[in-house]
């Protein structure tokens, strides 16, 4: 379903007729005009009301023209709602005018005929008039609330009139004039309704704006705006999106309390939430709920599972999930077999991978380049170059389209089997066909120089990147830092450290450790302690990765004593060593005759070979 779609906007208490409007219903005629407009009162005997209608409703612009330029627009505008003309033929007026003279008419006009269409219920033409204005908006939202609130204490046709233009700002992808309108409805008491707020929420989880969902739902929820399932799934999807797992079962709450009972998308959003956040024992025990509570799982539910079990390198749950799904009767689609032959090319598993493809095809399902790309993967990590490259073949031979995806992969284990010209082959072939290389694509080629220590290199295909247009991202400093900290020249990765703030980047643990790891192999146990600080700072506490790298670092300048004081403290702060960890513990101090005081904290892991 398309929220941004609305089919019809609810007829709420709406009167035949606005006494404001009715000049039986009132002492003079006061045209709506701002103080600062150039409106000027119409002599009503200057113009023959019938004569004027009859021209628009022909659409005799050229005689109406001449009558027009004997006046001015906004005076024959007047005369016409003054006249009580129909709201139609004033519409048409009003857009023939904008089109023909470019005019701009005052706000008090533009809120008046939207008044007077929603008097004759045209909502279809308030929301295209509407949709219209926001696409080039002259007046602002203070003006135009203000102008529709002095107009009358008509809250029903106003409430109607500034829910379509939160939609429409929404639709032309204004979400910050949405978000005033919203939050100005609620200043004059004009009620909205899920059609509009539905879309915002929607656009605000997109752009990943999900503390700002956050308040318009809370907000919603206190005026009391009809909310709907999608409502609840829109914000409770954000939430999952950000890992805020607690405040999605509360909204689910909320959704029970309201009267809605969770759909299969609703266990679909939070199930793929804790699935890409690798939190597969809460998505395991979701699906349990499900089937307990009677909703049955469908083809998307399972796709999640399977999909976060092969990133979570479980495939062999993956499998489970993928039997039971046949067993509940649902037949596996090309992205339930995408995900499992993805999960098992990761794993090594090309064989069973292929045989896969083979079920694939039999029940009748065509591979398509997601499928190849996985498979293209999985030969590469087996080294197999030879038979990458011919899958590389083999799509375009079946009508298929090779993508950045499968260049990239591709590239990549050229690089990594020193194989540099051929990666280069393929960037070239790849702009031939018209596919257009991106920063990984950058990226594997500067890795590739960087192995070979042609670090030169690697920096002229930087600026290569930059001068294409793209810009250079964490990886890409990630992987110079590195390279430069492993050739000696660690100062002139500060610099890079330096320029990554400069550009708005938050340099990783990665960006730091090496920094650390290289000012060691020069020696200076005071710059790399001094990087640590920075990187502490900077809000990226020390990992097992960075005490690991410090502890060897003293190692090998014959501190143990400081060695042996930071794996405490490391031990102190409950992390937990690693293989390397006991690697260093074993070559670097034991083998030393040292004996490291941690009493209680070798969680009797093997330290020899």
Same mark, same amino acid.
């Given at each position: 379903?398309?929220?941004?779609?609305?089919?019809?906007?609810?007829?709420?208490?709406?009167?035949?007729?606005?006494?404001?409007?009715?000049?039986?219903?009132?002492?003079?005629?006061?045209?709506?005009?701002? %103080?600062?407009?150039?409106?000027?009162?119409?002599?009503?005997?200057?113009?023959?009301?019938?004569?004027?209608?009859?021209?628009?409703?022909?659409?005799?612009?050229?005689?109406?023209?001449?009558?027009?330029?004997?006046?001015?627009?906004?005076?024959?505008?007047?005369?016409?709602?003054?006249?009580?003309?129909?709201?139609?033929?004033?519409?048409?007026?009003?857009?023939?005018?904008?089109?023909?003279?470019?005019?701009?008419?005052?706000?008090?006009?533009?809120?008046? +005929?939207?008044?007077?269409?929603?008097?004759?219920?045209?909502?279809?033409?308030?929301?295209?008039?509407?949709?219209?204005?926001?696409?080039?908006?002259?007046?602002?939202?203070?003006?135009?609330?203000?102008?529709?609130?002095?107009?009358?204490?008509?809250?029903?046709?106003?409430?109607?009139?500034?829910?379509?233009?939160?939609?429409?700002?929404?639709?032309?992808?204004?979400?910050?004039?949405?978000?005033?309108?919203?939050?100005?409805?609620?200043?004059?008491?004009?009620?909205?309704?899920?059609?509009?707020?539905?879309?915002?929420?929607?656009?605000?989880?997109?752009?990943?704006?999900?503390?700002?969902?956050?308040?318009?739902?809370?907000?919603?929820?206190?005026?009391?705006?009809?909310?709907?399932?999608?409502?609840?799934?829109?914000?409770?999807?954000?939430?999952?999106?950000?890992?805020?797992?607690?405040?999605?079962?509360?909204?689910?709450?909320?959704?029970?309390?309201?009267?809605?009972? %969770?759909?299969?998308?609703?266990?679909?959003?939070?199930?793929?939430?804790?699935?890409?956040?690798?939190?597969? &024992?809460?998505?395991?025990?979701?699906?349990?709920?499900? $089937?307990?509570?009677?909703?049955?799982?469908?083809?998307?539910?399972?796709?999640?599972?399977?999909?976060?079990?092969?990133?979570?390198?479980?495939?062999?749950?993956?499998?489970?999930?993928?039997?039971?799904?046949?067993?509940?009767?649902?037949?596996?689609?090309?992205?339930?077999?995408?995900?499992?032959?993805?999960?098992?090319?990761?794993?090594?598993?090309?064989?069973?991978?292929?045989? +896969?493809?083979?079920?694939?095809?039999?029940?009748?399902?065509?591979?398509?380049?997601?499928?190849?790309?996985?498979?293209?993967?999985?030969?590469?990590?087996?080294?197999?170059?030879?038979?990458?490259?011919?899958?590389?073949?083999?799509?375009?031979?079946?009508?298929?389209?090779?993508?950045?995806?499968?260049?990239?992969?591709?590239?990549?284990?050229?690089?990594?089997?020193?194989?540099?010209?051929?990666?280069?082959?393929?960037?070239?072939?790849?702009?031939?066909?018209?596919?257009?290389?991106?920063?990984?694509?950058?990226?594997?080629?500067? $890795?590739?120089?960087?192995?070979?220590?042609? $670090?030169?290199?690697?920096?002229?295909?930087?600026?290569?990147?930059?001068?294409?247009?793209?810009?250079?991202?964490?990886?890409? &400093?990630?992987?110079?830092?590195?390279?430069?900290?492993?050739?000696?020249?660690?100062?002139?990765?500060?610099?890079?450290?330096?320029?990554?703030?400069?550009?708005?980047?938050?340099?990783?643990?990665?960006?730091?450790?090496?920094?650390?790891?290289?000012?060691?192999?020069?020696?200076?146990?005071?710059?790399?302690?001094?990087?640590?600080?920075?990187?502490?700072?900077?809000?990226?506490?020390?990992?097992?990765?960075?005490?690991?790298?410090?502890?060897?670092?003293?190692?090998?300048?014959?501190?143990?004593?400081?060695?042996?004081? +930071?794996?405490?403290?490391? +031990?102190?702060?409950?992390?937990?060593?690693?293989?390397?960890?006991?690697?260093?513990?074993?070559?670097?101090?034991?083998?030393?005759?040292?004996?490291?005081?941690?009493?209680?904290?070798?969680?009797?892991?093997?330290?020899?070979?």
């Amino acid at each position: 379903m398309n929220c941004l779609r609305l089919t019809q906007f609810p007829k709420r208490c709406l009167s035949t007729r606005f006494p404001s409007l009715d000049p039986k219903l009132n002492n003079t005629k006061t045209p709506f005009s701002s %103080p600062n407009s150039t409106y000027t009162t119409p002599n009503s005997h200057t113009f023959d009301t019938p004569t004027i209608s009859q021209l628009i409703a022909k659409q005799h612009w050229s005689k109406l023209k001449t009558i027009v330029k004997e006046t001015n627009s906004s005076s024959l505008l007047q005369h016409l709602f003054n006249s009580e003309a129909q709201p139609d033929l004033i519409l048409c007026y009003f857009k023939w005018t904008q089109k023909e003279f470019g005019a701009i008419h005052n706000v008090e006009q533009f809120c008046r +005929l939207l008044h007077l269409l929603a008097n004759a219920k045209n909502y279809n033409k308030i929301r295209a008039l509407l949709d219209s204005f926001a696409k080039n908006a002259h007046y602002s939202n203070s003006t135009i609330f203000h102008s529709l609130s002095v107009l009358g204490s008509w809250g029903c046709a106003n409430s109607i009139i500034v829910d379509m233009l939160v939609w429409a700002y929404v639709k032309n992808g204004e979400i910050d004039l949405a978000l005033e309108g919203f939050d100005r409805a609620g200043d004059y008491g004009f009620r909205l309704s899920a059609l509009s707020c539905n879309p915002m929420l929607i656009s605000l989880v997109k752009e990943g704006r999900i503390g700002v969902v956050e308040s318009v739902y809370k907000e919603m929820i206190r005026r009391r705006i009809g909310v709907n399932v999608v409502t609840f799934d829109v914000v409770i999807n954000g939430l999952c999106k950000v890992g805020k797992f607690q405040k999605a079962g509360d909204v689910v709450e909320d959704m029970k309390a309201w009267g809605f009972s %969770p759909s299969v998308i609703t266990y679909n959003t939070v199930i793929d939430g804790y699935c890409k956040a690798g939190k597969m &024992y809460k998505a395991d025990a979701l699906l349990k709920e499900m $089937v307990a509570k009677r909703i049955h799982p469908n083809e998307i539910t399972f796709n999640i599972l399977i999909d976060g079990f092969c990133r979570d390198e479980n495939v062999t749950a993956a499998k489970k999930v993928f039997e039971e799904m046949q067993r509940q009767g649902l037949q596996p689609n090309v992205v339930t077999y995408n995900s499992l032959i993805n999960g098992l090319c990761s794993n090594g598993k090309l064989d069973e991978a292929l045989g +896969l493809q083979d079920k694939m095809s039999g029940m009748g399902l065509k591979p398509n380049v997601v499928t190849y790309n996985a498979l293209i993967n999985g030969f590469c990590k087996k080294k197999m170059l030879k038979e990458a490259r011919e899958m590389l073949d083999d799509i375009g031979k079946r009508g298929l389209a090779p993508n950045v995806i499968t260049f990239n992969t591709l590239i990549d284990a050229y690089g990594k089997a020193g194989r540099m010209d051929d990666a280069f082959l393929l960037r070239s072939m790849m702009l031939d066909i018209g596919v257009c290389p991106n920063v990984s694509t950058y990226n594997c080629l500067i $890795v590739g120089f960087c192995r070979e220590g042609n $670090v030169k290199e690697a920096r002229k295909l930087a600026k290569e990147m930059e001068g294409n247009g793209l810009k250079a991202d964490l990886v890409t &400093y990630n992987i110079l830092v590195d390279a430069l900290c492993k050739k000696g020249e660690t100062r002139k990765a500060v610099r890079l450290l330096d320029e990554m703030f400069e550009v708005g980047l938050n340099p990783s643990h990665l960006t730091y450790n090496a920094l650390i790891d290289g000012y060691f192999r020069e020696g200076n146990s005071t710059a790399a302690l001094n990087v640590r600080t920075l990187m502490e700072k900077k809000g990226r506490r020390a990992n097992i990765v960075t005490y690991n790298v410090l502890i060897k670092g003293f190692c090998n300048k014959g501190k143990l004593e400081e060695a042996n004081r +930071l794996l405490n403290e490391m +031990l102190e702060k409950g992390l937990i060593p690693n293989r390397t960890t006991y690697e260093i513990l074993r070559d670097e101090m034991m083998e030393k005759g040292f004996i490291p005081d941690i009493d209680g904290h070798l969680y009797n892991v093997s330290i020899s070979s």
